[in-house]
């Protein structure tokens, strides 16, 4: 990657050199920026995308260099507008389908594009452009009014929403759980409202693993564009008289919103990902471009200009295609890797549709027909892939996702042809379909999801959860009462962790103590049953696994889990060595060790895992993590092998699943029978790096026993989800009451 950005660094400072017309300016310049990059390579993406913005600014200024501003004046009585520019310009409609088309790939096969995602952003550049270009011209024209402007924004986005979202309610109910279900609903009302990027942000993050689990994901992105356009044609209208201060306040406000953009990756990555505040500045950028078309009437055919925009749209083409290929789930974005996408499509936008790449690659007749039907597109794709993935999850082949993407480009044609086109239709002047029409059945759609939140709602699948939820509530076990927090036992550890316990009055009964993450909570609430009559205590911080000096990360660097700190795991292992060795102990460790391998064998989670210890670097390659994970595990069973009284249990992981076993539920498969089973050979080879080095380790500690789930919930073909009938997993991670009491069963006359 270094070297890809540090010859990006060297072409484009050439580019600027000459561009400057002074050629011995190459190679000191060239020499000079490589030479600092070498000794300061982490400032490489940097200096890449400084110096290509530079020359975009430079291309720009020598682009229009003699020309003339169009005052606010221009157009106040022109009946057309008057400037070739602002004729349709089909590339754009292209630039669309360029769009579209690495999101839809992204969705439906994320190893393909993991770029793909990208796609957004350029549509946020897009949808800049084309409404900023309107309000720019209405208002020099003074034609511009509040009432018109979001009369077109709701014929424009309601038509082909409503549609969707009608079809998707209708969906759900067949393949989704109630709980499901009314989130779908509260799913529906935040997309109608277009304040979906803020629900979604409370909730889930883009790249979390359950993502898929949400049909209604991707409105995230038409709130931000609404939101926008709530301030955007106020800031538009104020200043419709001073074209130079409407450029620099553009400008001003899309640095401020970067800027915050940046601020906030620092403090919370899915407020940078979902907040309107740090997306403007895309939007913004696209406002810019149609500030330059709509206040220069730029010669395209004069052969300075055209050789000027001829390098902008080959660059910002080349742009594109690094973005998709560059930029991935782990990428800190939108953080300044954005501008790839955000930059390079300003550049195709300004270059003015005259180029060869204008005008052969993105004006072609297919792909402006993808452009065309890239908003209903956009809205059916994801829907659809949502249920197959909830339907099928490791069934949905990839001939079936191919399937779902025609299905989804049908219906968007559909949608085009029969609804977007009749609301454009007029008839004596009159609109086929009047704008009222369009809100109030808007208006009920949002009205009926918020009645039908009022009361349970009885989907197709409900009748299998409640058979399973009966069985779970008659399994659940009769829990002790006297649990009490450790801070209300009096405990001087602060914890920022989980901490209960149960204490018991005879001194000789062996307490069992269970430290660990998510995993460990089933264990311990089958330890809490009346029948264990042992004082239990229970230490586990969620999403981080015990292993002392092990921090977890996602994509970033800068965020963690927050595992290693004074209240985290570091609390659970001050507590242990503390407190009075009064008793004998049984020490149960359990924790997702699985996590070395940085992701999920659910090919629907796409939630990046990295591992980082003490003062190392992040490591790199497999060997690098295997040693950490070594490292740490050795000081583990250390410390917890010099605790006196005490003997240490290590409880390898249970198996992961590459489905939610929910899924048996949804499929209702072989009713009575079924068992939701997995190649135990599957299991096994994404167990093996973590078990590798755990059977390497455990024999320097004799001492130490183990509990190996596999023996329980696998035979020598597969391992199960389900025994007798009955799901043993809350999710494809985690053990319910029956898998933990299938695990604990016999554990008091193991260690009595």
């Not at 004729?87 to 992204?106: Q, S, T």
């Not at 049908?410 to 009047?434: D, G, I, M, N, S």
């Amino acid at each position: 990657m270094y070297t890809f950005f540090l010859v990006w660094v060297v072409l484009i400072s050439s580019c600027i050199a000459l561009r400057l017309g002074k050629s011995f300016y190459v190679l000191g310049l060239v020499v000079t920026v490589a030479g600092v990059l070498i000794l300061i390579p982490s400032l490489v993406k940097i200096v890449a995308l400084t110096l290509t913005i530079g020359w975009l600014v430079l291309s720009i200024v020598q682009m229009l260099a003699g020309l003339n501003q169009r005052t606010a004046r221009d157009d106040e009585h022109a009946p057309t507008p008057t400037p070739d520019q602002h004729k349709y310009r089909p590339e754009i409609d292209g630039l669309r389908a360029f769009a579209i088309i690495p999101v839809v790939i992204y969705h439906a096969f994320p190893s393909l594009m993991p770029g793909g995602f990208i796609g957004v952003d350029i549509f946020f550049v897009i949808s800049g452009f084309l409404i900023t270009q309107i309000l720019i011209e209405q208002n020099a024209k003074g034609t511009f009014t509040y009432i018109g402007f979001y009369e077109r924004r709701i014929r424009r986005i309601f038509p082909a929403l409503v549609v969707v979202l009608a079809t998707v309610l209708v969906m759900g109910w067949f393949v989704l759980f109630p709980a499901e279900y009314e989130n779908l609903i509260r799913q529906s009302i935040a997309g109608s409202l277009f304040v979906s990027n803020i629900l979604l942000y409370s909730q889930v993050g883009y790249f979390a693993q359950d993502s898929y689990a949400l049909p209604l994901l991707h409105l995230w992105s038409l709130g931000i564009e609404e939101q926008f356009y709530i301030v955007w044609p106020v800031v538009i209208t104020l200043l419709r008289k001073h074209r130079n201060g409407l450029f620099w306040t553009f400008l001003l406000l899309c640095i401020a919103s970067f800027v915050t953009t940046q601020y906030l990756h620092k403090t919370d990555d899915d407020a940078a990902f979902y907040w309107p505040i740090s997306r403007f500045w895309e939007l913004g950028i696209g406002g810019i471009a149609a500030w330059i078309v709509s206040t220069y009437r730029i010669p395209y055919t004069q052969p300075q200009v055209r050789k000027i925009a001829s390098e902008l749209s080959w660059a910002g083409f080349i742009l594109l295609c690094i973005g998709f290929v560059v930029i991935k789930d782990k990428t800190v974005f939108p953080g300044n890797m954005a501008l790839i996408p955000t930059v390079g499509a300003f550049m195709l936008i300004v270059s003015g549709g005259q180029s060869w790449v204008s005008r052969v690659l993105f004006a072609n007749k297919f792909v402006v027909f993808v452009g065309l039907i890239s908003y209903p597109l956009y809205l059916w794709h994801w829907p659809i892939l949502s249920f197959g993935m909830l339907y099928l999850e490791a069934d949905f082949t990839a001939y079936l996702r191919i399937g779902a993407i025609i299905l989804s480009v049908v219906l968007a044609f559909l949608t085009y042809w029969v609804v977007e086109r009749r609301v454009r239709e007029t008839r004596e002047q009159a609109k086929l379909v009047p704008t009222w029409l369009i809100l109030v059945t808007m208006l009920g759609v949002v009205m009926s999801a918020a009645v039908f939140l009022q009361w349970p709602i009885p989907t197709v699948v409900s009748a299998q959860l409640n058979t399973q939820t009966a069985k779970t509530t008659l399994a659940k076990i009769a829990a002790r009462t006297n649990i009490q927090t450790c801070m209300q036992a009096g405990f001087k550890t602060s914890f920022r962790a989980n901490c209960n316990l149960v204490a018991h009055p005879d001194s000789t009964r062996t307490q069992y103590i269970v430290i660990g993450d998510s995993i460990a909570k089933a264990f311990a609430t089958a330890l809490l049953d009346q029948t264990i009559d042992h004082p239990v205590l229970v230490m586990r911080k969620n999403g981080c696994i015990p292993l002392p000096g092990m921090e977890r990360y996602g994509a970033s660097d800068a965020v963690s889990v927050k595992c290693n700190v004074p209240r985290g795991i570091p609390a659970i292992y001050e507590t242990l060595k503390t407190m009075p060795a009064d008793r004998d102990r049984v020490i149960f460790v359990l924790g997702r060790y699985t996590s070395i391998e940085g992701y999920k064998p659910n090919p629907q989670s796409r939630r990046v895992i990295r591992l980082k210890y003490r003062d190392r670097p992040f490591p790199e390659t497999s060997e690098q993590k295997q040693t950490d994970y070594r490292d740490s595990l050795v000081e583990m069973f250390d410390r917890l092998t010099a605790l006196p009284r005490t003997k240490v249990v290590f409880v390898y992981q249970t198996p992961e699943f590459p489905f939610a076993p929910n899924t048996c539920l949804r499929r209702n498969t072989l009713p009575g029978s079924w068992a939701c089973p997995v190649p135990r050979a599957f299991v096994d080879a994404f167990n093996a790096q973590y078990r590798n080095i755990v059977e390497e380790v455990l024999p320097l500690y004799p001492q130490i026993d183990t509990i190996d789930p596999m023996q329980m919930m696998c035979d020598t073909e597969n391992c199960y989800a389900a025994k007798d009938g009955q799901l043993l997993f809350s999710d494809d991670t985690h053990m319910n009451v029956h898998g933990a009491q299938l695990l604990t069963a016999g554990i008091t006359e193991r260690y009595p």
